[in-house]
């Protein structure tokens, strides 16, 4: 098998990273092979946004805001660099608005891949507040733009013991159509 299936299979998630964080230069790398994603019609209905230091802690002011708080939010400070993944729909008649979503959660999903294969920590975190109108104006969405969440980065923590998700018991979510009725 290819070097993809063993990277798919060693990903992991990692709550906890370290403060060291890819370079914008690494990071465009890495964008630039996610957007390869499947994308009917070449749309490209995402985007991403670097977050990083100052950046962060608007970002913990705007959930803090969202979510009624007065002080600001931790969970921005989790890590070093934060990948806000934008789903950008465009107008589209073959199109429809779940697909677009779905491409840019792919984007998502394939940059998060990378970055671990490539040896940084990377979780992807979501909440509420991702709906919200503070976190969206922080974020400088327009009307057609909906945030799906972060991919929060770092480096990789040394740990004692390797951490593995268990696999996917396969049989149990393939399956073939239904045979067709017969008509009477």
């Known amino acids: 098998m290819t070097g993809a299936l063993e990277a798919v299979r060693a990903r992991r998630s990692w709550s906890k ?9 690494e990071l465009l790398t890495l964008v630039s092979a996610a957007g390869r994603v499947a994308d009917h019609s070449s749309l490209r209905p995402w985007r991403l946004i670097e977050l990083r230091g100052a950046d962060r802690e608007r ?4 959930i803090a805001k969202a979510e009624g708080d007065k ?10 660099l934060l990948i806000a993944v934008v789903a950008s ?19 998502a999903h ?3 891949l990378l970055l671990d294969e490539a040896g ?3 979780i992807w975190r979501t909440g509420r507040y991702t709906r919200s109108k503070p976190v969206a104006k922080a974020h400088g969405l327009e009307k057609n733009e909906e945030l799906l969440g972060w991919l929060y ?3 990789k923590p040394v740990r004692s013991r390797p951490g ?5 018991e396969a049989r149990r979510h393939v399956s073939r159509m239904p045979r067709a009725k017969k008509q009477d």
Do not use: C, F, N
């Open 120 to 122: 940084w920590g990377v």
């Open 59 to 62: 970002l913990a002011q705007a």
């Open 89 to 107: 729909y465009r107008k589209s008649e073959k199109v429809p608005r779940w697909e677009q979503e779905a491409v840019a959660s792919g984007v």
């Open 110 to 112: 394939v940059l998060s």
């Open 153 to 155: 980065v770092g480096g």
């Open 17 to 25: 990273v370290t403060d060291e964080a890819p370079t914008h230069i």
């Open 164 to 168: 593995r998700r268990k696999g996917v």
């Open 71 to 80: 002080s600001p939010s931790s969970k921005p400070m989790r890590a070093p």
